[in-house]
């Protein structure tokens, strides 16, 4: 036997799962019956495989000079343990010093800039998201508030926990940034009577918003708009503000702005709950990174993650107070493997739907998007945070001459009762 590939079948031998290594020639390497088969159609490919760059391995299979059989959960328990340390290490480690992060984080937020990145990922399909996604189509982290909820429940049961935590009251002004298909904002007008406002930069979201509002007669107190949060007008007043999956997208330079601007749009005593994915790992108040080559170039162009140690910096110099702080990692691990499950149990649909060469790059790389998001939040190299914040108190007495129960959360029981 080839001395090269003696060593490598000894390498293979020790993973917790068996993997085989088809290589372009036809040769294969690795034990029978092994869970995963990863065949490698050019030799540029086992450079990427050795050197463990998960970026490259992904553009590989999304461009197809590779494949893998076998499930998505069995690839992604053999990808942490083959990585040489978290995708967020790597990114910390490589080219992405402090300097290059801040000026590449003004570039790519632009209002016109981030239209097209939002439009590119959300705007891809209602049909496909409608797949694989719960029926009210929640496209963030569930809450898994028993063990044994569906996707379905979770999502509910998630929706239900912001607007407790928002403590939200017939009649209320509330404003849903990054609205989606409107599972929030329809949640929060139908159980808390609240009159509801979102606002979304996708194009397909806010038609398909506007459709149920209509179908669901309740236009005369829910509205949505196509709209980027820094183009709301500054004269209106809301009671309490929601942004769920949507300060991913604001950037590392622009977040103090971000919740500066939410200050500005929400009346004293008001609440604000932030909900969004942050960086694993040390915190470095200095630097923000991408979310990786793979899924900047595939799925979330101009995306951006910041610890939330930096997260609380800038809400708290954006005129925010930071009331409360909940990490739900493990329930987005188990919402990613929900939505993973369900689209790998219907990919003939989905290809159905996503036709042509650019549908089957899409599909290849959608399916790896989850389930790696999946083993990220396994393996804490993300979160997901929810933040409850208040107007930054000046210590003015009057400055909160509110009811009790609009004021100022003084315990939790409320959330959780």
Avoid at 100 to 105: D, F, G, I, N, V
Avoid at 168 to 196: N, S, T
Avoid at 244 to 270: D, I, K, S
Avoid at 275 to 291: K, S
Wanted: net charge negative.
């Amino acid at each position: 036997m080839n001395p090269l590939i003696a060593t490598v079948e000894k390498k293979l031998a020790a993973l917790p799962l068996g993997l085989n290594i088809i290589l372009p020639d036809g040769t294969t390497v690795g034990p029978s019956g092994a869970e995963v088969t990863f065949v490698a159609r050019q030799s540029k490919v086992l450079l990427h495989l050795a050197r463990g760059d998960v970026g490259l391995l992904g553009e590989d299979y999304v461009e197809g000079r590779c494949d893998v059989h076998g499930s998505m959960r069995h690839m992604m328990a053999l990808a942490a343990s083959i990585l040489p340390g978290s995708p967020v290490d790597a990114a910390r480690n490589g080219w992405l010093t402090s300097l290059s992060a801040r000026l590449l984080s003004v570039w790519r937020h632009s209002i016109e800039r981030d239209i097209r990145q939002i439009e590119f990922h959300y705007d891809l399909s209602d049909d496909f998201y409608g797949l694989w996604l719960d029926p009210r189509r929640v496209y963030s982290c569930a809450y898994y508030r028993e063990p044994d909820m569906s996707l379905e429940a979770a999502q509910e049961a998630k929706l239900d926990h912001i607007c407790r935590k928002l403590n939200l009251k017939p009649g209320e002004r509330f404003l849903d940034i990054g609205a989606g298909w409107g599972g929030l904002l329809l949640w929060a007008a139908e159980h808390y009577g609240v009159d509801a406002t979102g606002i979304t930069l996708s194009r397909n979201q806010y038609a398909y918003v506007t459709e149920l509002i209509e179908k669901k007669g309740l236009s005369d107190r829910v509205r949505v708009h196509l709209l980027d949060y820094r183009n709301l007008d500054a004269e209106q007043s809301f009671d309490k503000i929601a942004s769920v999956g949507m300060f991913e997208h604001v950037g590392l330079m622009q977040m103090e702005e971000y919740f500066a601007r939410l200050r500005t749009l929400l009346r004293p005593g008001g609440l604000v709950l932030n909900h969004g994915i942050t960086a694993g790992g040390v915190y470095n108040p200095q630097l923000g990174h991408g979310m990786g080559n793979f899924i900047e170039k595939y799925i979330f162009p101009g995306g951006e993650l910041i610890h939330i140690g930096h997260v609380l910096t800038n809400m708290a110099n954006g005129g925010l107070e930071a009331l409360d702080v909940e990490n739900l990692r493990p329930h987005y691990a188990r919402t990613l493997w929900a939505w993973s499950d369900a689209l790998e149990s219907h990919l003939e649909a989905a290809g159905r739907i996503l036709q042509g060469e650019k549908g089957a790059r899409a599909l290849r790389a959608y399916r790896l998007y989850l389930a790696g998001c999946a083993a990220g939040f396994e393996n804490g190299w993300v979160a997901l945070h929810q933040v409850l914040a208040q107007h930054t108190p000046t210590g003015r007495s009057d400055e909160l001459d509110l009811p009790a129960d609009q004021s100022y959360p003084w315990r939790r029981g409320y959330v959780y009762a």
